[in-house]
Every structure is written in C-alpha cells, then in structure tokens.
C-alpha cells in the first residue's frame, strides 16, 4: 500500500502547487461535509447537552488520527491541530443543532 507522502507529486512552480492543493480540495470538502452532517445525527441522539463535548472521544480520535499521520508519512503534530480545531467547529455546530432540533420539538408540541 502507498502511504499517502509518497503520492505527493513533485511541482515545478506556484501554479502545480496550488492545483494539486485545490484538487484535494475538491475530495475533502464533501467529506468533511459528510462528517460535519454526523453532528446533526449526534446532537438528535444526544439526550442531554452535558452529553456533546465528549473530551474521552476527542483524546482517542487524536491519538488515531496522529498514528494514521505518521503511518501515511505525514507530520502528527500537524494532523492534531487540524483535527482539534475541527472538532472544536463540530463541537460548536452541534451544540447548535442539539438546541435547534430540541426548540423545533418542543414548537411541534404547542401546535
């Protein structure tokens, strides 16, 4: 299996930079809106607010997200920012929707 470094091809200027950036681009974005939508799923399963940050979970996604960096070549401490930081956006999108899901509720129940 190719580990994700190697798949890195070598650019010539800017422009080869930024392409093969933009390219990836176009693969991650649906798939953090994908993993982004889950937030939604969590916060209807939820039960309680207490409930949405979860710091064990947050602990054990970095620890398998800075082995998968360094199994695929890449720099760990690099893939844990990025990843805490989504989390943090996640976290704060399902807060939001934990309150929304809950206030369309409780709306339906007055009708």
Known sequence: MTRAIEKV?????MQDVRGAINALDD???????????????AARIKQRASQVRDEARIEDIVRRVRQAALREGGDS?????????????CIAFEEREFVRLRETSNQGEGA
């Open 9 to 13: 091809k070598p650019c010539q200027d």
């Open 27 to 41: 693969v991650l974005v649906p798939l953090l809106v994908e993993r982004v939508a889950y937030m939604t799923q």
């Open 77 to 89: 401490d690099v893939i844990e920012q990025i990843y805490r930081s989504m989390m943090e956006a």
